[in-house]
C-alpha cells in the first residue's frame, strides 16, 4: 500500500469526527494504491456534507471521482478492497456507500443507461445504473461535498437546474405512493419508528426541495416544514425530530398520519408537474 498519494493529496482533517477522518484517510490511501493516477478526487456527502451527520447511526456516502472509465481488473481489486473493509473491526464497516464515477460523467445532468462501480452495503461493489435520485447526489457533491482528495468540487461539475432536484424528488414521491398502495411489508415497516422517521424527515426534505429548488438535510427541512406547513403536520414532525430512531413500536395513527403526508406530498409534485 502506497502513502504516496501525488495531486490528489489527502486532506488530514476533512471533518469535525477524528473516527471518521482515519478511515476516510484508509479508504482514500488504499484506492489511490489501485487506481493510482486515475484517482481524480474523494468527496463524501450524504448527512455529513448536509450537516445532519449522527455518528452512530448514519453512513458515511462516498463519490470517487476518477480518470475515464475503470477496466473490468480495477473494479475487481475495489471489490476485493471493499470486502476486505465489510471485515475489518472498523465501526463503519456496515455503514458505507460509495460510487466511483469518470469525472467527465459528473457533468452530465442526469443518470445515464452506464454501468459504475456502486456500493450499497451489505452488498458486493458490483456494476449498476445510477439511482434516479443522482441530480441530487450531484447537487450536495457541488454545493457541500467534503474534499478527501482531490480538487473542489465545484471544479468538476457545473451548477444543478432546480428542476432536475425536483424531477429526482419526484420519482421518490412517486415510487414510494406505489409502495404504500401495493406493497404491504413496505407500510408495516412504517410501523418501526426507525423507518417512520426516515419517511416522515425524507418527506420533509422532499417539500423542502420543491418549493425551494434545492437540498436541506432532514432535521433542517422539517423545522422548515414545521413552520410552513398546516399545523396537522406539527405532531407528526415533531415526533420524528425528537424520538430516538430505534426499532419500537409506532402507533398506528402516528402510521396513518405519514401516509397521508406521503399522499399530500405526492399531490404537491402532481401540481408542480401539471404546470
Request: aromatic letters at 8%.
Amino acid at each position: 500500500m502506497s502513502d504516496h498519494l501525488g495531486p490528489a493529496a489527502a486532506q488530514q482533517q476533512p471533518t469535525p469526527y477524528p473516527d471518521v477522518n482515519a478511515v476516510a484517510h484508509e479508504l482514500v490511501t488504499s484506492v489511490q494504491a489501485i487506481l493510482g493516477a486515475r484517482l481524480a478526487g474523494m468527496y463524501l456527502v450524504g448527512s455529513l456534507a448536509l450537516g445532519d451527520f449522527g455518528p452512530r447511526e448514519s453512513d458515511l456516502d462516498l463519490i470517487i471521482a476518477t480518470i475515464g472509465a475503470l477496466s473490468d481488473e480495477l473494479v475487481a481489486a475495489l471489490r476485493d478492497l471493499h470486502q476486505r473493509f465489510d471485515h475489518s473491526a472498523s465501526s463503519w464497516a456496515a455503514r458505507l456507500d460509495a460510487v466511483y464515477i469518470p469525472q467527465e460523467v459528473l457533468r452530465e445532468p442526469s443518470p445515464t443507461a452506464a454501468r459504475y462501480p456502486v456500493l450499497h452495503w451489505p452488498d458486493l461493489l458490483m456494476l449498476d445504473q445510477l439511482e434516479s435520485g443522482w441530480p441530487i447526489q450531484r447537487y450536495t457533491l457541488r454545493e457541500y461535498g467534503v474534499v478527501v482528495s482531490g480538487p473542489a468540487p465545484r471544479s468538476l461539475l457545473d451548477p444543478v437546474h432546480p428542476d432536475e432536484l425536483r424531477r429526482a424528488s419526484a420519482a421518490k414521491v412517486e415510487d414510494w405512493r406505489a409502495r404504500a398502495h401495493g406493497d404491504p411489508e413496505w407500510v408495516a415497516g412504517l410501523q418501526v419508528r426507525r423507518e417512520h422517521t426516515y419517511v416522515v424527515m425524507t418527506l420533509c426534505r422532499l417539500l423542502y426541495t420543491l418549493d425551494t429548488g434545492s437540498v436541506a438535510s432532514k432535521r433542517m427541512a422539517a423545522r422548515w416544514a414545521a413552520r410552513t406547513r398546516a399545523s396537522r403536520w406539527s405532531e407528526l414532525i415533531e415526533r420524528a425530530t425528537t424520538e430516538p430512531r430505534d426499532t419500537t413500536a409506532v402507533p398506528q395513527d402516528a402510521v396513518n398520519d405519514s401516509l397521508a403526508l406521503l399522499e399530500y406530498t405526492y399531490e404537491h409534485y402532481r401540481q408542480w408537474q401539471a404546470t
